[in-house]
C-alpha cells in the first residue's frame, strides 16, 4: 500500500490496510456546482453518490482526508435498525413515525450491499452478525428484539439459546444470542474510499485538505474556504461530530463521544475458528457494549466503551485488553498491533437528527452508534428530498430533539453519570 493512502488518518489497521486511494487536492479559488456536500464520510459520500447518480454536479469539501472520521475507524459492523428500538420510537413519537422508520430500518445494509456489487468495492464484505446476552435479562430482551424485529420485515433472525451460541462464539461468557443472517461486517475505510471512486467516475469532484471556514447563506450558497469559495445551489452539512461552528442551532442537542479499538497481531488459523467460528461480527447487550469480528486477515478487532465528550484514555490498550481478555481467556497476552480511537456523535434521544437550516441547505448528522447503516440510508433520503421526494426524509427531520441537560457546560458530567448507572446495572445483571 502506498504511504499516501493513510496519510493524515489515525494510525488505525484501516490505514495500515487501506487500498491505494489519491491525494485530492484542497480547493483553490472559486467553483460553481449544483450541490456542495461538506464532509466526505459515509453521510456526505452516500449522498453525493446518490446526487450524482441522478446527473448533478455535485462538489464535495473534507477538511482532511476521506473517511477521516467516524466513518474510516469504526468496528465495521453492519447492524441494522436505529439505536433506539422501535417500540420506543413508536411509544415516544407515535405509530405513524414507528411506520416510517420502520420501513427503512434495513434500508442502509441494503444500500451498502448495492454500493459494493454495482461498483466493485474491494472491502472485505462478510456475512452475519450477533447479538451476545451476558445474563438472563438480556436474553429476555433479545427475545423480543427478534419479535419486534420480525414485525417490521427481518425475517433471517436466529434465536440461539442456552449454549447453541458456542457454535459461534468460543466464549464462556454469554447465555444466549440473536444471530441476524443478514448483517455482516467490512473494512469500513475501504467502502467509503470505494464509494468515493465511483463517485469520481461520475463526475463528482472531492477536495480533500478544505475545511468550510463560512457560509454565506442565499440563493445561491457561498462556502468559504481557505484558499477558494464554492458556489452551489443546494448544500448537504455532513460532518457529524467533526464539523464545529457550522450548525449552531444544533450543538447543545448532540454531544461527541469517543469509542476506542484495538486489532491484535493475525492469529493463526486454528485460533480464529476457536473464536469466533462461523466469522460473524459480535457485539454484547450492556449498555457499554464491547464489539468485536476478525479482518480478512485475521486480527481481532476489539472495540468497546464510550468516553462521553470525544477524549481518549491515556492508555487505549489498557482500557481495551482487559475486556479482550475476559471475553477471550485464550489470547491472554496477544500481541496487539494497533490501538486507536474515534468520535461519533451522540443525539439525546439517540436518534439522527436529520434536518433544514433552510430551504436549500441540508443536514444529516446524530447517528448514536449506528452509522456505517444509517448514514448510508441518509444520503439516500438527502437525494430523493432534492428530487422532490421529501416524505421519507421528513419523517425523521420531524423528530423533536432536546438539548442535553446541564447545557453544553454540564452535558458531559451528566452523561456520564447516567453512564455509571447503566455500568453498575451491566455488572449487577439487572
Known sequence: MPASAATDHVASYYAASANPAPERPALAGETRCDVCVVGAGFTGISAALHLAEQGRRVVVLEATRVGFGASGRNGGQIVNSYSRDMDVIESRYGADTARALGDMAFEGNRIIRERIAHYGIACDLKEGNLFAACNARQFQALVEHQALW????????????????????????????LLDHSGGHLHPLNLVLGEAAALESLGGVIHEHTPVTRIEHGEPVRLHTPQGRVVADRVVLAGNAYMTGLLPP?????????????????????????????????EDGNYLLDYYRLSADRRLIYGGGVNYGGQDPASIEGAIRPKLEATFPQLRGVAIDYAWGGT????????????RLNANVYYAQGYSGH???CSHLAGRLIAEVMAGHGERFDAFAGIPHLPFPGGRMLRVPLTRLGAWYYRLRDALGR
Open 250 to 282: 444544533l450543538e447543545g442537542r448532540s454531544m461527541p463521544a469517543s469509542t476506542q479499538v484495538v486489532a491484535t497481531a493475525p492469529l493463526d488459523e486454528a485460533s480464529a475458528r476457536e473464536i469466533l467460528p462461523t466469522d460473524r461480527a459480535v
Open 371 to 373: 452509522g456505517v447503516t
Open 150 to 177: 420480525e414485525r417490521y420485515g427481518n425475517d433471517r433472525l436466529e434465536l440461539l439459546e442456552g449454549r447453541a451460541y458456542r457454535r459461534e462464539i468460543g466464549s464462556e461468557r454469554y447465555v444466549g444470542a
Open 344 to 355: 461519533f456523535l451522540l443525539t439525546m434521544n439517540r436518534l439522527p437528527q436529520f434536518g
